[in-house]
């Protein structure tokens, strides 16, 4: 038998690119959004740049002056333009493949409330810090931006998603990547990452697994189309 020709197959990996992209809208919205911040970064002069990372932080300061923006437009920038590729990859990987299986509103559920918990709880964290005087009150203007909370929260809910024996191979890798910082000279990062990865692991309730309406053992690979 011979092979297809080249147009089929590349009418094939379009069709399979565009399916993939419209089962996860939210993934690739966010994605989209943070690629247009990072080349606003990029392109500004380092005056402008400090200005706008600050700006859009979810610092005290920021949370103080403005709670909610701060909280909410946070998740859309990320502070080194140059990381964007890898936040892509882990994108595909972690964000995309959650979405598709657990459904866009569970999925923003998820990493939106581990965002928003991860956040708070990190940034009091710092004032209590500063209250004890263990940090300079300069950390109240920390710059914390950034997705990976939401990052976080996902990968503890993908634990649910793999199959076994996968499953408990991928579960030591991501509490030895997330529990080493934490309890090697952690920062309010690494907690608020713990905070995050150890609310995806409580969203078990919002899985398809949960609701009995099929096993992760029988689901198709991540990336895998589902009938």
Not at 5 to 10: A, C, E, F, S
Not at 72 to 80: H, K, Q, T, V
Not at 118 to 138: D, F, M, N, W, Y
Not at 163 to 192: E, H, K, M, N, Q
């Amino acid at each position: 038998m011979s092979p297809p020709p080249v147009g089929v197959l590349l009418r094939r990996a379009r069709d399979g690119v565009l399916d993939w992209v419209r089962s996860t809208p939210g993934t690739h919205i966010w994605l989209l959004i943070i690629g247009i911040t990072s080349l606003v970064i990029a392109s500004a002069s380092a005056g402008l740049e400090q200005f706008l990372l600050h700006r859009n932080s979810s610092n005290i300061h920021e949370l103080n002056e403005h709670p909610i923006p701060a909280l909410l437009i946070s998740g859309f920038w990320i502070e080194r333009p140059g990381s964007f590729l890898l936040y892509a990859v882990m994108f595909e990987l972690v964000h995309a493949n959650v979405e598709r299986w657990m459904g866009s509103w569970r999925w923003l559920l998820t990493v939106g409330a581990a965002h928003v918990a991860a956040t708070l709880a990190s940034q009091e964290l710092v004032l209590l810090a500063i209250e004890g005087h263990q940090l300079p009150r300069s950390m109240t203007h920390v710059v914390d931006i950034g997705v990976s909370y939401g990052l976080a929260a996902a990968a503890g809910v993908l634990t649910y998603r793999l199959p076994s024996p996968w499953r408990y191979g991928y579960l030591v890798g991501v509490l030895l990547f997330f529990g080493i910082p934490l309890l090697t000279g952690a920062t309010f990062t690494d907690f608020g990452h713990a905070i995050a990865l150890t609310m995806g692991f409580a969203c078990w309730p919002l899985t398809p697994a949960a609701r009995g309406q099929a096993p992760a053992e029988e689901l198709p690979p991540p990336g895998a189309r589902q009938e």
